[in-house]
């Protein structure tokens, strides 16, 4: 009985050869008469696709939060003096340090390193910045350890247990 519901049925393939077989005189594309080619609605998608993407990069480029330029010319500064610490201070392209303290006035802001230790040997996530000289090393005062110019950071698992104490409240 299958057999005889499969032979009056007929193939579904075949239903579909016959639909896009094109008829005399069109000019073939396939599927249905009313749509147009593949290669329109391809190109349709396709041109769609590239004006988002140029419509966002537009805007990812005008704003100013999240720019690389503006990321590269903040850093966070130490007065040699007093030890006041500017985080995120925007330095102008061609400026040499010591930069002028906002507050003072006086000409002692240089480039602070930062250590991210705790006494016990534990890593934190807010780092104690520091005063280096160029080619110098000074005593971390929260830590003890020595601090040098582009101070390494702990180990990677130490930074994460650090922020899940940091999220958990814990310091």
Wanted: glycine share 12%; proline share 8%.
């Amino acid at each position: 009985m299958a057999q005889n519901q499969t032979e009056s049925l007929g193939s579904l393939i075949d239903d579909f050869d016959r639909q896009s077989e094109p008829k005399k005189g069109s000019r073939g594309g396939g599927g249905s008469s009313k749509l147009p080619p593949k290669n329109v609605i391809l190109s349709v998608v396709v041109l769609g696709c590239l004006i988002g993407a140029a419509v966002f990069a537009a805007r990812a480029l005008r704003t100013e939060v999240g720019s690389l330029e503006r990321w590269s010319q903040e850093r966070t500064l130490i007065d040699m003096e007093t030890g006041e610490v500017f985080e995120d201070y925007r330095v102008a392209d061609g400026v040499a340090f010591p930069l002028e303290n906002p507050n003072t006035g006086t000409v002692t802001l240089l480039p602070a390193e930062a250590c991210n230790w705790t006494r016990d040997g534990r890593a934190k996530w807010d780092p104690t910045w520091v005063y280096v000289p160029v080619g110098e090393s000074v005593e971390c005062p929260d830590c003890g350890r020595p601090v040098v110019g582009r101070n390494p950071q702990p180990p990677v698992e130490l930074m994460l247990e650090a922020l899940d104490r940091k999220e958990a409240g814990g310091g």
